[in-house]
């Protein structure tokens, strides 16, 4: 258990650092740039991940060049939404992304559709409504928000959906992340010198260290989560729901009382139709 409550509290810090960045003066994009090279690093050493498969003819190079252009344009967007939406509508929206990924297990990979899965994701769906609403009834429409927790939302289940699709083709999912991370580090710290050399932004250690920190906190929340897996291999289901569940409700707890985020009514019902769905989803009877 100790494995997904370190998972939840990796996945929260990063919520907290990013919400935390444009305060302190950080430049976000220079902290994912940084965040990529930890990440593949990290992986590379307590994954070891073999890339034999990825020597293959027919090895699924456009998926993961693919992947490694989403990752990085998501955690900006996931930046984004947490500087707008706050932690605990952000936090929400990226867990409910679950419902797109159960809708392309039975859409694309002919997954079942059992009836609890299906009240789960209508419960869900609701759940998604609600915290897009804005908190506050009487200020002005949040445009720019909702679209960025609608981005988050459909973004995260993008990436589980190529993540699967990379394991359908046969890549180990640790070779697909370590390649993934590899690559998007090249591509976002091209972008940096593109930035440098037409905009003056110039890199700085502040920026690194906080993306080194950020890195840590990403692939920790990866590799405690993959851990917590292996301690209980009898249990998915549980170290699922544990996870997203919880996850939320740190998330809720760190927004509002910490960062003193607020909610609606409206937020607050979606928060508990979250918790419940994610719950459904992830005990339901394999079919």
């Not at 990825?54 to 984004?80: D, H, K, N």
């Not at 917590?228 to 996850?247: C, E, K, R, W, Y």
């Amino acid at each position: 258990m100790h494995f997904i409550l370190l998972s939840m509290a990796c996945s929260v810090l990063v919520s907290v650092l990013l919400k935390l960045a444009p305060r302190r003066g950080l430049d976000v994009a220079q902290m994912v740039t940084w965040n990529y090279l930890a990440a593949s690093l990290l992986a590379w050493w307590f994954l070891r991940p073999s890339l034999g498969a990825l020597r293959q003819p027919g090895a699924p190079w456009p998926e993961l060049l693919a992947l490694a252009f989403v990752l990085p344009v998501l955690f900006l967007v996931l930046a984004a939404a947490v500087r707008h939406a706050g932690i605990v509508r952000t936090d929400v929206a990226q867990r409910l992304s679950l419902l797109l990924s159960l809708l392309a297990a039975f859409l694309l990979f002919g997954e079942q559709a059992g009836a609890q899965k299906l009240l789960g994701l209508a419960l869900g769906l609701g759940a998604v409504a609600g915290i897009l609403a804005r908190p506050d009834a009487h200020a002005a429409p949040d445009r720019r928000g909702w679209l960025l927790l609608l981005a988050v939302w459909a973004g995260f289940a993008v990436v589980d959906v190529m993540l699967k699709r990379l394991a359908m083709a046969g890549t180990p999912s640790g070779a697909a992340l370590l390649v993934a991370f590899a690559l998007a580090f090249a591509g976002m710290l091209a972008w940096q010198g593109w930035r440098w050399a037409r905009h003056g932004v110039r890199p700085g250690l502040r920026h690194a260290g906080a993306g080194l920190l950020l890195g840590l906190l990403n692939f920790g929340n990866i590799l405690f989560y993959v851990r917590a897996h292996q301690a209980l291999p009898d249990s998915p289901a549980v170290v699922f729901a544990t996870m997203n569940i919880g996850v939320v409700l740190v998330g809720t707890l760190v927004g509002v009382l910490a960062f003193g985020e607020r909610t609606s009514r409206l937020n607050r019902i979606a928060i508990v139709l979250a918790v419940l769905a994610i719950a459904l989803i992830a005990l339901a009877p394999k079919g």
